[in-house]
T-cell receptor, first 119, second 114 residues
Framework: NAGVTQTPKFRILKIGQSMTLQCTQD?????MYWYRQDPGMGLKLIYY???????DKGEVPNGYNVSRSTTEDFPLRLELAAPSQTSVYFC??????????????????FGEGSRLTVL | QKEVEQDPGPLSVPEGAIVSLNCTYS??????FMWYRQYSRKGPELLMY????GNKEDGRFTAQVDKSSKYISLFIRDSQPSDSATYLC??????????????FGKGTLLTVNP
């Protein structure tokens, strides 16, 4: 059982380049999220989606874009990469509230992360 | 005031010690409280979850929520080197936009020394 799969695991970008972080889940979860994690700063929400075709901004959306054309996939696009976007990016998914997901209600299932360095 | 405050540590304890990890929060709409464990270079995974106030026990782990004080705790008994990880508290509301999004603390880095 794959769960949430992120690619690539590591990437080095030059300033001004663009790239897409891929995220796919095979649990048929409606909700999907993108977080970034910087040392000592916890998880900051970039964008989230409550279903195919519906996305919304989180706390730190500037410099990023997302799309959700299918239930399974939620790619994160970085346009004009900047050093401030050096971070570890995590994709997560969860079932709708009220449906048991693992051991709790509204549990987030995370991918392994994508480490991005912008030089 | 940040919505969720968590002491980032680091916290270093000997094997067998009782560990106490804590978070405070300011949003009274939060109803669901969770603790995630994150090993180095891995994604977070759910460790404990509690709805509203009260205690919940799972093996060596106990989660406590005191909504009147806006304070949550995670206790680890008989700590093991395998418990060495970053522990993140997280919480969310029960309706509207707050239902969709978890708010995380910064995480506490715990090291249990053999």
């Amino acid at each position: 059982n794959a769960g949430v799969t992120q690619t690539p695991k590591f990437r080095i970008l030059k300033i001004g380049q663009s790239m897409t972080l891929q995220c796919t889940q095979d649990m048929n979860h409606n909700y999907m999220y993108w977080y970034r994690q910087d040392p000592g700063m916890g998880l900051k929400l970039i964008y989230y989606s409550v279903g195919a075709g519906i996305t919304d901004k989180g706390e730190v959306p500037n410099g990023y874009n997302v799309s959700r054309s299918t239930t399974e996939d939620f790619p994160l696009r970085l346009e004009l990469a900047a050093p401030s976007q050096t971070s570890v990016y995590f994709c997560a998914s969860r079932p709708p509230t009220g449906l048991a997901g693992g051991r709790g209600t509204g549990e987030l299932f995370f991918g392994e992360g994508s480490r991005l360095t912008v030089l | 005031q940040k919505e969720v405050e968590q002491d980032p540590g680091p916290l270093s304890v000997p094997e067998g010690a009782i560990v106490s990890l804590n978070c405070t929060y300011s949003n009274s709409a939060f109803q669901y409280f969770m603790w995630y464990r994150q090993y180095s270079r891995k994604g977070p995974e759910l460790l404990m979850y509690t709805y509203s106030s009260g205690n919940k026990e799972d093996g060596r782990f106990t989660a406590q929520v005191d909504k009147s004080s806006k304070y949550i705790s995670l206790f680890i008994r008989d700590s093991q080197p395998s418990d060495s990880a970053t522990y993140l508290c997280a919480m969310r509301g029960n309706s509207g936009g707050s239902n969709y999004k978890l708010t995380f603390g910064k995480g506490t880095l715990l090291t249990v020394n053999p």
